[in-house]
């Protein structure tokens, strides 16, 4: 596995993440055994970062997560997991007891990164990082971040978080470079912000085309170890694929170990 290296910490540059662990928008009871094996398989293949959210499941994802992660026996300070506050929860008092329930459901004393998953009309963010910023000064959050912000939104949550902003969150694959047409990407690479890439294998539709599979071969890799390989080949980038079939989850995790040349990396950058 590949670190990022920022400010202390070293951050898989590979997590995994749980959108679709336990259900869809509520939980569906009936996939506890598949949520489960990919937790055990995901844990077991050694991801130690984990990506979650209160909306997801509508918290059962963050149940099943803190249960695979209980039943490993492998010590919390070892992980490195997030979890997000729901766009419709960030007045002061709904952001703590957001919080307060993520805690719970994981059985956890606390967050290593805690997002404002989606911006909300209306929100106010001085009101929404005073709860943020209280939650990190207690020590419940260790990190704050943003998810799905523009260029303005990440600048005005800098001006209120009290501690540096450790990341935006946002979707990122060979085919959608839309953070890096409206300049996020460019701004977090020189701003020390780490770039989580969401959703980098097109939430499993992505399309093969010829060069990517001329790379793989070269490799012995897969396309989508491939595309993984080349998002994390990039400064302040990490990602955070998910998937139930632990087969790609091993390849997910050693498509950290695969490294591309200049030339590859740079003919990739050119087809999006
Ligand atoms: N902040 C946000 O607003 C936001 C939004 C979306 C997602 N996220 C986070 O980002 C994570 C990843 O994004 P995502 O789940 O939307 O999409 P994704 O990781 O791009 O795609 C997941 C899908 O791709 C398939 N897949 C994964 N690895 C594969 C491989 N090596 N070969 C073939 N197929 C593969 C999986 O199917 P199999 O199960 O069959 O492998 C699954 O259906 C989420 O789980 C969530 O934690 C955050």
């Known amino acids: ?15 995994f993440g749980t959108w679709k662990i336990g259900g869809g928008s509520s939980p569906d009871l009936k996939m ?24 997801y499941a509508d918290g059962h994802s963050e149940e099943l997560l803190g249960r695979a992660i209980r039943e490993s026996n492998i010590p919390r300070e070892s992980l490195f997991i997030t979890s997000k506050v729901t766009p419709s929860h960030l007045k002061y008092d709904a952001v703590l007891s957001s919080c307060e329930n993520s805690l719970r459901r994981l059985q956890m004393g606390y967050l ?6 989606w911006p909300s009309v209306g929100m106010k963010l001085e009101e929404t990082f005073c709860a943020l910023n209280k939650l ?35 979707p990122y694959s060979l085919s959608d470079r839309s953070y890096v047409k409206n300049g996020v990407l460019d701004y977090c690479q020189r701003n020390d912000i780490l770039f989580t890439a969401y959703s980098p294998v097109d ?37 955070i694929p998910m998937s139930a079939n632990p087969v790609h989850i091993a390849e997910n995790f050693n498509a950290a170990d695969i490294e591309l040349t200049g030339g590859e990396i740079e003919q990739l950058s050119k087809a999006g």
């Open 112 to 117: 290593d990164l805690y997002l404002i998953h």
């Open 203 to 239: 939430e499993g539709r992505m399309r093969s085309n010829s060069a990517l599979e001329s790379i793989a071969k070269a490799h012995q890799a897969t396309v989508h170890q491939i595309a993984l390989a080349w998002i994390i080949s990039q400064p302040r980038v990490i990602t």
């Open 1 to 15: 596995m590949k670190y990022e290296s920022i400010r202390n910490l070293k951050i898989p540059r590979i997590g």
């Open 32 to 55: 506890d055994s598949v949520s489960m094996a990919a937790l055990r398989s995901a844990l077991e293949t050694g991801y130690t970062h984990f990506d979650t959210a209160e909306m």
């Open 136 to 170: 990190a000064r207690e020590g419940k959050v260790r990190h704050l971040g943003v998810s799905n912000f523009n260029l303005k939104l990440l600048k005005e949550s800098q001006a209120h978080s009290e501690t540096p902003i450790l990341t935006n969150q946002v």
